[in-house]
C-alpha cells in the first residue's frame, strides 16, 4: 500500500520590515529550495501589527486575528531576524507578544535561521522567547548562514552552492522533526 505523504506547513517571519533585507531574502531563498511536498508561506502582516496591549485582545484587531490564523495554518515557524541593539527587533517582539496568550504557539516546531554571525544577542534573544512561550525550537534546523558582506539575494543565495546546501539541510531537518512529532501525536 503506496502512503500518502501530507504537505508539511511552515510559516516564515522576517523580523525586517526593510524592503531589501538579508532576512526577507534568506526566507525567500528557503521558499525556493524547499522540498516539494513542504509549501512555506512568508508572512507579509508584521508591520500592519498594532502595539501590543491586553485590552485589545476581547476585539482582536483583525491583523492580529490573521497572524493566529496563519499560525494556526502551519505546522512550524521559521523565523529569521536581525539584531538591532543586541535585541530582537520591536516589530518581531510585538508579533510574538500577540501570540503569548493563544494556543497557537504552544509546542509550534520553530526554526530559527540567523543571516550573520555576529547577531548572537538577537538569537539567544529569540531562544529564551520562543522557550518561554512554550514553542519548540528545533536546534539542528536553526543555523547561521554567513550572508554579511555576501549582497546576494534570494536568487543568489538559492544557487549559492554552500550556503544553499547548509538552507536545504536545514529546511530538511525541520521538516523530519515536524514529521516526527506529527507521528507521535498520531499515536
Not at 44 to 72: C, I, K, W, Y
Amino acid at each position: 500500500m503506496k502512503s500518502i505523504t501530507r504537505t508539511i506547513r511552515i510559516l516564515a517571519i522576517s523580523g525586517s520590515l526593510r524592503k531589501i533585507s538579508s532576512n526577507t531574502a534568506l526566507l525567500q531563498a528557503a521558499i525556493a529550495l524547499a522540498p516539494e511536498n513542504v509549501e512555506i508561506k512568508l508572512y507579509a502582516g508584521l508591520g500592519n501589527l498594532p502595539h501590543f496591549n491586553p485590552d485589545l485582545e476581547a476585539n482582536e484587531p483583525p491583523s492580529v486575528t490573521d497572524l493566529r490564523m496563519q499560525l494556526r495554518w502551519s505546522d512550524g515557524l521559521l523565523i529569521s531576524s536581525p539584531e538591532y541593539a543586541h535585541g530582537v527587533p520591536g516589530v518581531l517582539k510585538n508579533a510574538l507578544d500577540w501570540l503569548v496568550s493563544g494556543e497557537e504557539f504552544v509546542d509550534k516546531p520553530v526554526a530559527l535561521l540567523n543571516a550573520s554571525p555576529r547577531s548572537t544577542h538577537a538569537q539567544a534573544s529569540l531562544i529564551e522567547i520562543v522557550t518561554v512561550m512554550s514553542g519548540r525550537i528545533v536546534p539542528e534546523a536553526s543555523i547561521t548562514v554567513p550572508l554579511l558582506g555576501k549582497n546576494l539575494d534570494a536568487v543568489g543565495i538559492a544557487s549559492h552552492p554552500e550556503i544553499s546546501r547548509a538552507l536545504q539541510a536545514a529546511i530538511v531537518a525541520f521538516v523530519s522533526e515536524i514529521e516526527r512529532r506529527q507521528a507521535e501525536v498520531k499515536y
